[in-house]
């Protein structure tokens, strides 16, 4: 949006290049700016990686590095917990302090600070249920090894029963990190698979799955709710349409797990539920700002320009629901346009959520990776 075209007297040229300058620096920055600031952060990841690496040993560097070119390690996600599916890198419970330690601040340098406290969350939240009654969950229910969880690639499962805690997390790089030459970084064990391609000043964090369960608990005193953002972004939307509204975004079937969940990758789906287009200015904003609670995981250099091209797309996108309006409930709900997928899916109790993020022109980061 350009300042808007208004003859005011008595403001000079001069005047209203400050003001021009101001509105642009609130924005951001000119394209080539913003390139500048997106090469950089992939040179802080780089150089996070590159600490990682020289912290290891030699069976260590071999444990986390794959090709680039690694197909199936590349689909190699899932929230199943180990050792139901089978991750291949490094194990965080085979590391030392030290090294763990490097682990995190990549973390910290790849994600936002909001991404970086919802991936240790829902970290956190896996080593509370391994401590809390053997496993079985809040309550003492049963966990059915993450409930419905989808299954991933055929051939994933794996017989014994499931682990759980922040031990069971892996690292994986495909290809060497680099400022230039496209690579991947993979972090994510049960409920978490982050898959961050980057290539230069490009990134795609598609496809990723944050998830959690239990989806609250107490820490420190502290009542923490890893998706709890998502959960209260959505119902305050769809309890900010009207009836007519409501009736377009509820769909008439349930919608009980993901649809483009693991093991899904190009599959695609029609759009339902009401069409941003047909929403109010406010309640747009409220349909972007809880996009941006997955697009928003990665660091902002590149969380950035995705939101300003899920807002370009924005006529096209639509918002669907399926389930109950109460804000508290379980209840499915979809974000779908050209360049975007995200589903929410509780797992027959709001204690047990899943979720996927996606991008079908480009998870694994296609538009800028030759395959």
Request: with cysteine; aromatic share 6%.
């Amino acid at each position: 949006m350009g300042i808007p075209v208004r003859i005011v007297t008595g403001v000079s040229l001069s005047m209203l290049v400050v003001i021009a300058a101001g509105v642009l620096a609130q924005r951001g920055a000119t394209p080539a700016t913003s390139t500048s600031v997106s090469s950089d952060a992939t040179a802080r990841i780089v150089s996070a990686a590159q600490a990682v690496l020289a912290s290891l040993d030699e069976a260590g560097r071999a444990k986390v590095q794959c090709r680039f070119d690694d197909a199936a390690q590349r689909t190699r996600w899932s929230n199943l917990p180990s050792p139901m599916f089978q991750r291949d890198g490094l194990r965080m419970g085979d590391i030392t302090p030290a090294q763990r330690a490097a682990v995190m601040t990549l973390l910290q340098a790849a994600l936002s600070r909001d991404g970086y406290r919802k991936v240790t969350n829902i970290m956190q939240g896996d080593e509370v249920l391994r401590t809390t009654d053997g496993g079985r969950g809040p309550g003492g229910a049963p966990n059915r090894a993450g409930g419905r969880d989808a299954r991933g690639p055929a051939g994933s499962g794996r017989a014994g029963g499931p682990a759980f805690g922040e031990a069971e997390y892996y690292l994986a790089f495909l290809g060497t990190p680099s400022v230039t030459a496209p690579w991947m970084l993979q972090f994510g064990g049960h409920h978490l698979a982050i898959n961050l391609t980057l290539a230069a000043s490009q990134a795609s964090m598609t496809p990723s799955l944050p998830a959690a369960q239990p989806a609250s608990y107490t820490f420190e005193g502290r009542t923490i709710r890893p998706l709890g953002n998502e959960h209260d972004k959505a119902f305050a939307l769809i309890n900010a349409l009207n009836d007519a509204e409501r009736s377009q975004a509820i769909l008439n079937y349930r919608v009980a797990d993901l649809v483009l969940g693991p093991g899904q990758d190009g599959r695609t789906i029609q759009p339902e539920g009401i069409r941003a287009s047909a929403l109010s200015a406010p309640q747009q904003t409220m349909l972007l700002e809880l996009a941006r609670e997955w697009a928003g995981i990665v660091t902002d250099a590149f969380a950035e320009p995705r939101m300003a091209e899920i807002r370009a797309n924005l006529p096209q996108t639509y918002f669907a629901w399926s389930g109950p309006t109460t804000n508290g409930s379980a209840a499915y709900f979809r974000i779908q346009g050209p360049t975007l997928v995200i589903e929410y899916a509780p797992q027959g109790s709001v204690d047990h959520i899943h979720t996927i993020y996606r991008d079908p022109t480009n998870d694994y980061g296609a538009k800028f990776v030759r395959r």
